[in-house]
């Protein structure tokens, strides 16, 4: 308990607290001049510390614009070609020269060796009269008289060559394949026979599918649906290489 005195209400001057010296590293100054000897320029806060201008050396008015060359006598570029002076008034022309060429002779002579010139073929496409080339209609039938029209290219007859050669090597393994005995052909009723069950089980498995809930909410009907769809998906491909194909063989091994 803090006992009443009248000393109590003097004003106190409050004792600043003693600090802890600071607390320095002594590798401080090792860091510091590691630092500075691996500093670069530009790569410090700011731009490099550089001479900075002469004060007296300011950018002054009009001291940017692009220099203009000297000013030079223009020159025309064919001044050495110069033409030829105007006649004078006392010098006068040659008169009286006079040919002894018929020009109406000549001119008869040369329109009657002269071909006719063809007219240039166009047409009219418009009530206005707007006449175009017909040439470049596409209305001639210039394709029809090609040397080559109707003919088979010559790329088609290389392709038909190439498949008939390649199906006589086809034919060659297959026969030896069929004399020893390695491969068996399926007869015209076996295939239809296998081309009718296909058919069949993807008539009754489209039927189920129909069947259906429109709504696959839960896993076991989306697994079955999408099951379904794969079985018909392979019979249809199925059903299409057996009908691609007229002759079929099946190998022992398979």
Do not use: C
Request: charged letters at 30%.
């Amino acid at each position: 308990m803090v006992e009443e005195s009248i000393y109590n209400l003097l004003p106190t001057v409050a004792q600043p607290e003693a600090k802890n010296a600071r607390y320095v590293s002594v590798f401080h100054d090792a860091v510091k001049d590691e630092l500075k000897q691996k500093k670069s320029t530009s790569k410090t806060m700011g731009p490099s510390k550089v001479q900075p201008n002469d004060p007296q050396t300011f950018t002054k008015k009009r001291s940017k614009e692009p220099a203009l060359p000297e000013k030079t006598q223009f020159v025309r570029p064919n001044a050495d070609q110069k033409k030829p002076a105007v006649p004078k008034i006392d010098e006068k022309p040659v008169m009286g020269l006079k040919s002894n060429k018929n020009f109406i002779n000549t001119n008869a002579v040369e329109n009657i060796m002269s071909v006719a010139k063809k007219p240039q073929p166009k047409y009219v496409d418009t009530p206005g009269g707007t006449t175009n080339n017909l040439e470049d209609s596409g209305l001639v039938p210039k394709f029809v008289r090609k040397d080559n029209y109707g003919k088979v290219p010559k790329y088609l007859e290389t392709r038909k060559q190439q498949m008939e050669e390649h199906q006589r090597s086809y034919d060659e393994y297959i026969q030896q394949r069929l004399e020893r005995g390695a491969l068996n052909q399926i007869s015209a009723g076996e295939r239809q026979n296998i081309l009718d069950g296909l058919k069949k089980n993807w008539e009754e498995l489209h039927l189920q599918y129909q069947g259906l809930s429109v709504v696959t909410d839960t896993a076991p009907k989306k697994a079955r649906k999408e099951r379904m769809e794969a079985e018909m998906r392979q019979l249809e491909k199925d059903i299409e290489t057996i009908e691609k194909h007229k002759i079929i063989y099946v190998t022992d091994n398979f």
